[in-house]
């Protein structure tokens, strides 16, 4: 068992910024329209509250924006004129319904509507078109469309607020065709334009970039936009924390990578942003963090995620703007429909409203306080102008519980390995302790914990041990609902010598919010809590 200790002093201060709520991911824009979505939205806005959303598919077919049509042609010519239309009808109701959570968009144009492509190529289950437009100049007056749309429906000072990011992953050749990279610059640069022309006030950045050739592509981007005087007003990339993945049935597995180089990609970026005179402090946004990419990966539903993501938090803001946690919900079709409600898809909560560890992960730093008084690799501490703390710590433990098996001699061995690895975790070796020790001023203290752990809100288990419905019950969708509770423990103390100490005890994977405040303790007439058992 490891065994940590931590003195805050009155005066003591840790660099943290928590921008974790500012935006949050969703799948394709079309999504939005169904009473599942809405209903999960609509809980996560109610108990952590982003700022900001941002989703794929905005300008696809089945958001039916983008129509061509033609006229009747003169008498004695062939053919009429091609015209174009546009409809924003679907876009309305979904940003309307943003809007009315508190939500703005974060706008990512794209993808490209099939009558303007100019290619075939699509991506997901849903075939989302991913080639350059056919006529850029057709591609700038539908950005411009819509921009105008929204600056009348919603007014020009609330789209300003909008930031507009171009294009999806285009190093990526299953986003972008051919991964071409003189191709997007010239999609950005078209883009950006159009958006600036609508008003100069209005945000717009990119690449949008995930983790290949990632700094080849960054470096030449803003060296395009510096040599061409390009408009750009904020840089945006993807970062995701697994190496390559191995399939098994409707699933994959992937190796977590250690937090420290998940880090390496948004510090890598900072520093190409900031060695350019001209971008030096540019908001840099992650449009996009998760463990892993693949919404078929079951680490998604577990404790090993939520800890993880509880690490990352704690360090993003420290280079970026901004980190999206992708998505908020599993109402999510990129891989097709999942076939249970625990599938490994990417979201805080499960189909049914049921949430995963990682949903509290946000609740809890949605809690915390602006200073930070304390920060290491295992917790951070926050503070108020009244003195009261609020902190969350956490015990990420990177072994693999699970391991896609291979002949059946290897399934006996692999079966081995996951008991001796499920006891493993468990055991006091994977445990550390806590030892916190706080100069405070002499008063009665309440200190209030909430555990999530792999004995406490863990509803993958417990769907795990129900015998993995496909298809739950409502009376099973309430009981998971109910066992996806933090452990909720509570103790008054009475400090005589200026000095509050604590002890937290965090098995394998757990995530420990807790406050630290001040009380004046009132009682009624004739009660004692001596006499009144479980009272003390």
């Known amino acids: 068992m490891n065994k940590l200790s931590h003195h805050i002093k009155a005066g003591d201060t840790a660099p943290f910024k928590n921008n974790a709520a500012f935006c949050i991911g969703t799948g394709r824009m079309n999504l939005a329209l169904r009473h599942e979505y809405h209903k999960q939205l609509k809980k996560v806005q109610k108990e952590i509250g982003f700022s900001y959303i941002r989703g794929h598919g905005l300008f696809h077919d089945d958001m039916a924006v983008y129509h061509t049509y033609k006229t009747d042609g003169i008498a004695g010519s062939e053919d009429g004129f091609e015209k174009e239309e546009y409809n924003f009808t679907y876009i309305d109701l979904v940003f309307d319904d943003y809007l009315a959570l508190g939500l703005k968009p974060f ?29 850029y100049d057709k591609w700038a007056r539908l950005v411009c469309a819509a921009i105008k749309h929204w600056i009348n429906r919603y007014g020009l000072d609330e789209v300003k607020t909008w930031p507009f990011e171009v294009w999806n992953e285009p190093n990526l050749k299953v986003f972008w065709q051919d991964a071409d990279m003189p191709e997007y610059f010239k999609l950005y640069d078209v883009t950006a334009r159009a958006v600036k022309s609508c008003h100069p006030g209005l945000k717009v950045g990119g690449p949008a970039i995930c983790g290949v050739n990632d700094e080849l592509w960054m470096r030449m981007f803003l060296q395009y936009c510096k040599e061409n005087n390009v408009p750009l007003d904020f840089v945006t990339r993807h970062a995701y924390g697994t190496e390559m993945p191995e399939a098994d049935g409707h699933y994959v597995y992937q190796q977590l990578r250690k937090p420290e180089e998940f880090m390496l990609e948004p510090l890598g970026s900072r520093a190409i942003i900031d060695s350019f005179p001209e971008y030096k402090d540019m908001e840099m946004h992650i449009t996009e963090f998760n463990t892993s990419y693949s919404p078929l990966n079951p680490v998604h539903d577990t404790n090993q995620n939520a800890a993880y993501v509880a690490r990352l938090l704690s360090e993003l803001g420290d280079s970026c703007a901004s980190y999206s946690y992708w998505t908020f919900g599993d109402v999510f079709e990129e891989a097709g429909v999942a076939f249970t409600p625990f599938s490994g898809c990417f979201g805080l909560l499960t189909n049914g409203s049921i949430p995963k560890p990682t949903y509290f992960t946000y609740v809890f730093y ?114 998971l609902r109910e066992c996806a509770k933090p452990l909720i423990t509570t103790k008054q103390s009475e400090v005589k010598d200026e000095l509050f100490s604590t002890t937290l005890n965090l098995s394998a994977n757990a995530v420990c919010y807790f406050e630290l405040q001040k009380i004046v303790p009132q009682c009624d007439r004739g009660f004692r809590k001596e006499r009144v058992p479980g009272a003390v």
């Not at 303007?116 to 190529?121: K, R, V």
């Not at 706080?438 to 509803?459: A, M, Q, R, W």
Request: glycine share 6%; aromatic share 10%; net charge neutral.
């Open 107 to 135: 706008v990512e144009l794209g993808f490209m509507p099939k009558q303007m492509a100019s290619g075939a190529q699509t991506v997901f289950w849903w075939k989302g078109n991913v080639t350059p437009p056919s006529d």
């Open 366 to 479: 949605k809690n915390l306080y602006e200073k930070a008084v304390a920060k290491s690799e295992n917790f951070i501490i926050t503070k108020a102008e009244n003195g009261d703390l609020r902190g969350i710590a956490w015990n990420l433990v990177l072994e693999n519980k699970l391991s896609p098996g291979g002949n059946s001699s290897e399934k006996t061995t692999n079966s081995t390995k996951h008991e001796f690895s499920q006891f493993s975790l468990n055991d006091s070796h994977n445990s550390i302790i806590i030892d916190l020790t706080i100069d405070v001023s002499n008063g009665t203290y309440f200190l209030l914990t909430k555990t999530v752990d792999e004995n406490h809100c863990n509803p993958l288990k417990n769907w795990i041990d129900m015998g993995s419905p496909a298809y739950p019950s409502k009376q099973q969708i309430k009981l």
